[in-house]
């Protein structure tokens, strides 16, 4: 049968193209880089650092997993948290280049470890330390100073992950952890917080000029605009973005977006709601997918019978 043997071949060939060509190309394209599961041991931040640096970086972690096998006390650190709330306390007021997220659910959407990090040395954790020459000036710097004996941050971090976790939606995740930084226009998302529906022009003016001040300083930090991420979802691929979020300078060397510290939990919710706000109808493909695919083999086969019926006797 000629038809049959030509699909053969074609088949082969889809096959072979699909297989082999397609993942070398994607590989020649996207860098591949080694996820960690979100789990911060400071392991990557050591191999990559510079030969300088690779001391400092490797006592700082040895550091903060010693601390992370102290059995902290949620008590004692609801005390310690005030030291938090004097910045991290809803005002929406930009604190040296963002407005400092709510940690309302900071014990549901971070590692432990990072935040343990975090605490110690925000811009070390955060794997920007390379742009301070005092890492103490990163914004929420002066932490070093006001928790810095290892049981008071063990105890604060039991606080968290006890008093603020709790269920947390995809929105909330994406609020906490990214959107200080990026916006999200097709869920009129700003930097500072959901746009309200305007009775009147001017009060519509008024606000968007306050948007425009907020990503101003946010640019000033940053040395660039964070992109909205509206789309981001299906501009970038998934391992993309989960490596980018774990570790910011594995996909952009030198970039100045930090480390955020997402646990896995975390990083899904987020990733949760850029799919919903990018790609909604993405549950509808996903849920039709297997009906076209049906389709197509049922009508093959009968579009095959068909064509058997018809040249019976013609050979
Ligand atoms: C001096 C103000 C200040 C204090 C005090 C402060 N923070 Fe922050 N915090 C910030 C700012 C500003 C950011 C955002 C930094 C950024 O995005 O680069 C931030 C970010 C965070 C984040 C987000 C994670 C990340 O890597 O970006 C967490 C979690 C956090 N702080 C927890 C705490 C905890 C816990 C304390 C108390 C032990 C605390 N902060 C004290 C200003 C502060
Ligand atoms: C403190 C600010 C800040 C926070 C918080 C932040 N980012 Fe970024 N992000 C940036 C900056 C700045 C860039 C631009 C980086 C560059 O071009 O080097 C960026 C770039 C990106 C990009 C790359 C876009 C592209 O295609 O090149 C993605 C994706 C991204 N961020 C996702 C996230 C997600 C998801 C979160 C929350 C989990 C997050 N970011 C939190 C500052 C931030």
Known sequence: MRELKILAVVTFFSLLIYILVEP???????KHVE????????????????????????????????IASLKGDAKAGEAVFANCTA??????????????????????????NYLIALIKD???ASNVDHKYADTSTHPMGSIKYTVNTDADIANVVAYMLKEKS?????????????????????DKLTQI????NFKHEKDALAHKIKVIEEQ????????????????????????????????????????????????????????????????????????????????????SILAFLWKKEKWRGHH
Not at 166 to 186: D, I, L, S
């Open 216 to 299: 101003d300083a946010v640019k000033k930090y940053m040395g660039k605009l964070p992109p909205d991420l509206s789309m981001i979802i299906r501009a970038r691929g998934e391992g993309f973005l989960e490596t980018l979020v774990e570790n910011p300078q594995s996909q952009l060397p030198g970039t100045s977006m930090p480390r955020v510290g997402l646990s896995k939990d975390g990083y899904e919710k987020v990733q949760a709601y850029l799919t919903a706000i990018g790609d909604p109808s993405k549950p509808e493909r996903e849920r039709l997918g297997p009906w076209v695919l049906g389709f197509f083999i049922i009508f």
């Open 24 to 30: 070398f190309a994607h590989s020649q394209m996207h």
């Open 122 to 124: 925000p811009a070390m």
């Open 166 to 186: 709790g269920e947390v939606t995809p929105k909330e995740a994406y609020e906490q952890a990214c959107a200080r930084c990026h916006a999200m226009r097709y």
């Open 193 to 196: 917080g959901t746009t309200p």
């Open 87 to 112: 910045c991290h306390n809803g005002a929406n007021v930009n604190m040296g280049g963002v407005v400092p997220p709510a940690l309302d659910h900071a014990g549901s959407i971070y590692d432990k």
């Open 35 to 66: 996820g960690h599961n979100f789990v911060y041991t400071g392991e990557a931040d050591i191999a990559e650092a510079s030969k300088d640096k690779k001391a400092v970086k490797e006592k700082f972690w040895s550091e903060v997993t010693k």
